[in-house]
Nanobody
Framework: QVQLVESGGGLVQAGGSLRLSCVAS????????MGWFRQAPGKEREFVAS????????GYADSVKGRFTISRDNAKNTVYLQMNSLKPEDTAVYYC???????????????????WGLGTQVTVSS
């Protein structure tokens, strides 16, 4: 049974930083591309960042490029999202996601992911 558990969210002032973590279990983590998505109140869930299982490829939403960095530590079964220069519009619940199939390249599409964590709240005050 695949489980994804996010942590690291919180309240931060605009311009601040947070690092989100997602620990995965129930899958051979090093074989899976991983993604981060977010959902603000009243809005649809949207892509934030993803990283391939090879670690050689990453993708970012235009809105976070240059501010957010996705990384992974396969020894710890963990994917991270370092968020810098946070803005009030980054306020959302952030979700970690994994696809059903291993050895697939990273995807920016929500429907490519089958396993989801419960999310962690990030609130950025102005």
């Amino acid at each position: 049974q695949v489980q994804l558990v996010e942590s690291g969210g919180g309240l931060v002032q605009a311009g601040g930083s947070l690092r989100l973590s997602c620990v995965a279990s129930g899958l051979t983590f090093s074989r899976y591309s991983m993604g981060w998505f977010r959902q603000a109140p009243g809005k649809e869930r949207e892509f934030v960042a993803s990283i391939s299982w090879t670690v050689r490829s990453t993708g970012y939403a235009d809105s976070v490029k240059g501010r957010f960095t996705i990384s992974r530590d396969n020894a710890k079964n963990t994917v991270y999202l370092q968020m810098n220069s946070l803005k009030p519009e980054d306020t959302a619940v952030y979700y970690c996601a994994a696809p059903k199939s291993s050895f697939t390249d990273y995807s920016t599409t929500l429907t490519s992911y089958d396993y989801w964590g419960l999310g962690t709240q990030v609130t950025v005050s102005s």
